[in-house]
Structure formats: structure tokens, C-alpha cells
């Protein structure tokens, strides 16, 4: 992979997560403080019971379409990943609770220098096992602050500081964002080209459904105890569309690439698909906010 490894993928990244702190404000990390509960309820569906539920599909999957354990890392990557800038637009599109939606992707996101490396890890000992080499909670952690947290926390910066600036630029951000995901994601396709109708098979059903279990669970957790619909499709929704961008990356940059990145490049081809049967399911049995 040589320099799109090393150089370009995680300045691909980077720039999504400054486009991504662009958007932000500090009323939006305000705003947990001042209603916690539908925030609560929205990370510990997006940070405590998505990656159980990933580890119980890949751990349970019939032994007759068995994952790989590459694939099964690869999973495991795609749960620990936080939500992105799409879940906010969709949920906007879903009339769903967008202030929630960009509060849980905001502090997410930042608390992913923390989740990430240990999910991962934990996964990389469980289904492949052996020797990680340099593959630490350590060195994974750094890895993410630098390519995650470092350019949120300069959008955020550069967006109290310069506002103006950051209004103007915030849309330009947002649709070159777009592109360098599709590139992202196209590139992890042509990596395995000569295997994706094989991987696809193998990884693209698990996938599917950690998608639509997992965006079904926290509707329904969500309708119980969160304040109302808005704030459950906002859940839902931030639950449903993970970071692909930064799961494809840390498959590549800790791993290699290979099987390890078919989840997150068949999870981020279902997730909108999903999303969107979701948001005309809500517009038929007209959920109202």
C-alpha cells in the first residue's frame, strides 16, 4: 500500500474529522451537560451494547457461513467506530432530534481515542489471537488521537475563533468530506477486488445484520426511556451509520488492510440503504417529532 497507507488515508481521514469538528460548537458538548438522559441513553447504545451486539453475531454466526477471523476483527472494528457527519443529515431528512444526533456524534467521537483502542485489541486477541506485534491499547490510542481527536478538536478551535470563516467554508467541507469517503471506500473495494463477490458473501450478511439489529434495538430502547420520537430516531439513526471512513483506516493502518477491512466497506454500502428504508418506514406510519 506503500504511501496511500501511510500518507494518504489518514490525511483523508483527518480532514473528514476537521470537517467534522468544523460543524461543531461548544454548545453542542454544552448540551449534554444540561439534558444528559437522551444523550445517555444514545452512548450507551452507541458505545456499550453496539459492539456487544457485534460480538455476539460474529460469536454466535452458524458454524455453515463461519467468519473468518479477519472478517470477525473487521466486524468488531466497524462497532467501535463512532457515528459521522451523515447520521446527522439523515436524521435531519428523518426529523429526528439533530442537536442530539451532533452531541452524541461530537463526544463520540472524541471518546473513541479511548473505546477504539480497546475493543480492538480485545478483538484482535479473541478471534485471530497470537502475536498483535506493535498493536497496543497504547500505540492505538495515540494512532487515533492524532488522525481523530487532533483535527475535531482544531475544527471545533478554528469554528469558536473564526465563525464567519468556518460558515463559509463548513459546505465545501462537507462535499469534499463526501468524496474523499467515496474514494475511501472505493479503494478498500479495489483492494480485494479479486475476492469482494466471495467476502461480500461471507461478510456482507453479517454485517446487515448487526445494521439493522442494532438500529432496531436502540429505536426500541430509545421509544421506551428516551423524551420522546425525535430523540429515538436521532438514537437510532447515530446507532445505525458508523464512521466508515475511520473503520476502513484502522483496519489498514493496524492491519494491513485485507479481510480486516470488508465489514467496514459492506456495513458502510448497507448502512444507507438501511437508513433510508427506516426514514420512509417512520414517513408511512407517520412518526411525528
Not at 427506516?278 to 414517513?283: H, P, V
Amino acid at each position: 500500500m506503500g504511501i496511500v497507507t501511510d500518507v494518504v488515508l489518514p490525511l483523508a481521514l483527518a480532514f473528514i474529522m476537521f470537517s467534522l469538528g468544523l460543524g461543531l460548537t461548544v454548545a453542542d458538548f454544552a448540551r449534554v451537560a444540561k439534558a444528559p438522559r437522551d444523550f445517555l441513553i444514545g452512548a450507551s447504545c452507541q458505545i456499550l451494547l453496539l459492539p456487544l451486539v457485534a460480538f455476539g453475531l460474529v460469536s454466535l454466526w452458524p458454524s455453515s457461513a463461519e467468519l473468518a477471523p479477519e472478517l470477525a476483527l473487521g466486524v468488531m472494528i466497524i462497532a467501535a467506530a463512532p457515528g459521522g457527519v451523515t447520521s446527522n443529515i439523515l436524521t435531519a431528512f428523518a426529523k429526528g432530534d439533530v442537536a442530539l444526533s451532533i452531541s452524541l456524534t461530537a463526544v463520540i467521537s472524541l471518546l473513541s481515542v479511548v473505546t477504539i483502542p480497546f475493543i480492538v485489541v480485545f478483538s484482535y486477541g479473541h478471534f485471530v489471537g497470537g502475536d498483535a506485534g506493535p498493536v497496543s491499547v497504547t500505540s492505538t490510542a495515540i494512532g487515533v488521537f492524532v488522525i481523530v481527536t487532533v483535527p475535531v478538536l482544531i475544527g471545533l478551535l478554528t469554528r469558536h475563533f473564526a465563525e464567519g470563516f468556518s460558515r463559509r467554508a463548513e459546505p465545501l467541507t462537507h462535499k469534499a468530506s463526501a468524496v474523499l469517503f467515496a474514494l475511501v471506500l472505493l479503494g478498500a473495494i479495489l483492494q480485494e477486488r479479486a475476492n469482494i463477490v466471495e467476502y461480500f458473501a461471507q461478510a456482507g450478511l453479517v454485517t446487515l445484520a448487526l445494521n439493522v439489529v442494532m438500529m432496531a434495538l436502540a429505536y426500541g430502547i430509545a421509544r421506551r426511556l428516551a423524551s420522546g420520537a425525535p430523540q429515538a430516531i436521532a438514537i437510532s439513526i447515530e446507532c445505525g451509520l458508523q464512521n466508515g471512513t475511520l473503520a476502513i483506516a484502522v483496519a489498514t493502518l493496524l492491519f494491513g488492510g485485507g479481510l480486516a477491512t470488508v465489514p467496514a466497506a459492506t456495513y458502510s454500502l448497507i448502512m444507507f440503504a438501511t437508513a433510508l428504508i427506516f426514514i420512509a418506514y417512520l414517513r408511512r406510519t407517520h412518526a411525528k417529532p
